[in-house]
């Protein structure tokens, strides 16, 4: 079995807290922004298509380096990576405060994406690696959990901050908490040094015999010809321990080819995806970047396949059944709710005829439940593959009941006419009270926050485990462009759907369609983790169940070794018993007609 360790450290909870709250002030920044937009577009002067340059530099620029820095973290030290990140996320946030013009605040909010690229595969690897394999899936809980937190609460701080300071203020509320985060991750952060990556254990300098004198010399004399061959063996062992351990032993070139292809994918699918939220899935700038990017994906897996060890991203993460049916399932899931959170607000306003503030209080419940639950359930949930994956089967099945109101059971009231029942100025505040739909509807969103929350880190868990040491920081790349690229499309489909739908954005109608389309998609992911859940059935419970399918390999490799040093040790013994019967006056010949008998009498007794 593969043991289940990790980096000495004597307080891995106090990383794991640096990594938390650098991320949660990244996603209340961001969700400042969202909310700021509006009135940044009236002070700046700035059209439509070019303040959403604002969201879309910094998404466009994460999914094209998420990867590739990702990657970067396995060859080289993550502590610096992540310091440098947060660095140039301080120093954007202060160019963004005092931006003279659009132009230089969408560079501010690019520089934002890089710095946030490098410091979220990174962090994530560090928190990971401090903590031994089976409370991997945990970290990765805590992670999400505490991005909710931060992208809700941020809704909520900055519609309030908003009434009494302009917006250029809500950019300098990330540099306290960035300052509390920097210097004690200097501190306690562990260096790459002491990362069992880059550790070379191909030869125990214990082990040899020029660092251990306590030998007698007589008995290296008296070994003779059996310790020449001794060593030699000892020799020809150490290699092929060398060469199987692989890229533990040797730093692996990084693909730079393979990192061009990834940001030209990126690009194509973030631009692609926004464009089709304008003019339309059909249109031809839609479809060329579209296609275009689905060619070069499966060029770039043709690459990964060449490039064998030194790849970007291993291919195991895409064809492995358990690593490649979670990121398959996390994929659809994170549709599904990304696109019931982003229609959910324009359904408040647009139909029910709520103000912003009163619908980001209305739509709080649904993630506060996701981070509590996966917050405090984590521990629970990823002790095992067979009850992680029953928790995800058992999670998206409650997760269709909301679903499946939000499809057929929405309060189909017209905007106008709810405006002319409740009266003018009081049809935000009174009618979400008054409606009587809208306390099963809040009903709705606390339970799909609930069943999120337990099945999120559960889907983490099930992949994370069977990973090598040595692509966490690319594992953790793919993952953050799973979950922005998740985000990205969701809106950009769902929203696209709610426009083009006859009703349009006032239509009840439209969004019920919309949410029959995400029941759709959520069937297709309980699918997948019906899938996943037969996989797991026949794992063991203990961590042996997640071994990686390499790393199975070494075992039965180390199994080799421990039998050539049995045979060694048996040699050796033979030799000390040769030094004794010598060291007792028997001479060469008698010791030769004394082993002849010895053979013989062992052929008789057989």
């Given at each position: ?49 070019t ?11 994460q ?39 659009l ?21 994530a ?31 909520v701080i900055?519609?309030?901050a ?39 254990t ?45 890229q ?116 709080l ?27 995800l ?42 409606h ?7 009903v ?8 999120a ?79 996943l ?6 794992l ?24 050539e ?12 018993k040769?030094?004794?019967?010598l ?24």
């Amino acid at each position: 079995m593969v043991e289940d360790v990790a980096i000495a450290h004597s307080r891995p909870w106090l990383v794991l807290f640096v990594v938390l709250l650098e991320s949660f002030t990244v996603m209340l920044a961001s969700s400042f922004l969202t909310l700021a937009l509006p009135q940044i577009q009236l002070d700046l002067n700035a059209s439509a298509s070019t303040i959403i340059w604002l969201t879309l530099a910094p998404s466009l620029v994460q999914g094209m380096l998420y990867i590739p820095l990702g990657r970067a973290s396995d060859l080289c030290n993550r502590k610096y990576l992540w310091i440098a990140g947060v660095l140039l996320e301080t120093c954007s946030m202060i160019i963004s405060a005092t931006a003279p013009n659009l132009g230089v605040l969408i560079f501010a909010r690019a520089l934002t994406g890089v710095g946030a690229a490098m410091e979220g595969p990174s962090g994530a690897a560090i928190a990971m690696a401090v903590y031994p394999r089976s409370k991997r899936g945990i970290v990765l809980g805590y992670l999400s959990s505490v991005q909710t937190l931060g992208s809700s609460f941020g809704s909520v701080i900055g519609g309030l901050a908003m009434q009494f300071v302009p917006w250029q203020d809500l950019f300098l509320y990330q540099l306290p908490l960035s300052l509390i985060a920097l210097p004690i991750a200097m501190w306690i952060f562990p260096s790459v040094k002491e990362t069992s990556v880059f550790a070379d254990t191909s030869a125990d300098p214990a082990s040899d015999p020029a660092n251990n004198p306590s030998e007698p010399a007589a008995k290296n004399e008296a070994l003779g010809e059996s310790d020449s061959e001794s060593d030699s063996e000892s020799d020809s062992q150490s290699q092929s321990q060398s060469q199987s351990q692989g890229q533990s032993t040797q730093k692996r070139p990084f693909d730079f080819l393979g990192a061009l292809q990834v940001c030209a994918i990126m690009a194509l699918l973030t631009v692609g995806t926004n464009q089709a939220g304008r003019t339309g899935w059909i249109s031809t700038p839609t479809l060329v970047m579209l296609i275009s990017a689905v060619v070069l994906s499966v060029l770039f897996l043709l690459h990964q396949q060449w490039k064998a060890e030194d790849a970007l991203l291993p291919t195991f993460f895409f064809f492995d059944s358990i690593v490649g049916g979670g990121f398959a399932v996390k994929s659809l899931f994170l549709l599904v709710f990304y696109g019931t959170i982003t229609l959910m607000p324009f359904y408040l306003q647009r139909v029910l005829g709520m103000d912003t503030f009163n619908a980001s209080l209305y739509t709080l419940g649904r993630p506060l439940c996701f981070a509590f639950v996966a917050l405090c359930f984590s521990k629970k949930i990823c002790t095992t593959p067979r009850r992680a994956s029953w928790v995800l089967v058992v999670g998206l099945c409650v997760t269709l009941a909301p679903i499946t109101y939000f499809a057929f059971g929405l309060p189909h009231t017209d905007v106008h006419a709810h405006a002319h029942a409740q009266g003018s100025g009081s049809g935000s505040g009174a009618g979400a009270g008054s409606h009587p739909l809208h306390a099963p509807l809040l009903v709705a969103m606390v339970v799909q926050g609930l069943a999120a929350g337990a099945l999120y880190p559960a889907v983490q868990a099930i992949g994370v485990r069977r990973v090598a040491e040595a692509d966490i920081g690319a594992y953790n790349g793919l993952n953050s462009v799973v979950n922005v690229g998740s985000s990205t499309v969701a809106v950009s489909i769902f929203m696209s759907i709610v426009v083009q739908a006859p009703g349009g954005e006032t239509s009840a109608a439209s969004y019920s369609f919309a949410y029959q389309i995400t029941l759709g998609i959520a069937l297709l992911s309980l699918l997948v983790s019906l899938r996943l859940f037969w996989l797991n059935r026949g794992l063991p419970k203990e961590e042996g169940g997640w071994v990686h399918e390499q790393q199975q390999g070494q075992q039965q490799g180390q199994v080799a070794v421990e039998t050539e040093a049995e045979a060694e040790a048996e040699a050796e013994a033979e030799a000390v018993k040769r030094l004794a019967l010598l060291e007792s006056g028997l001479t060469e010949v008698d010791l030769s007609e004394t082993s002849d008998l010895g053979v013989q009498a062992d052929a008789s007794r057989a």
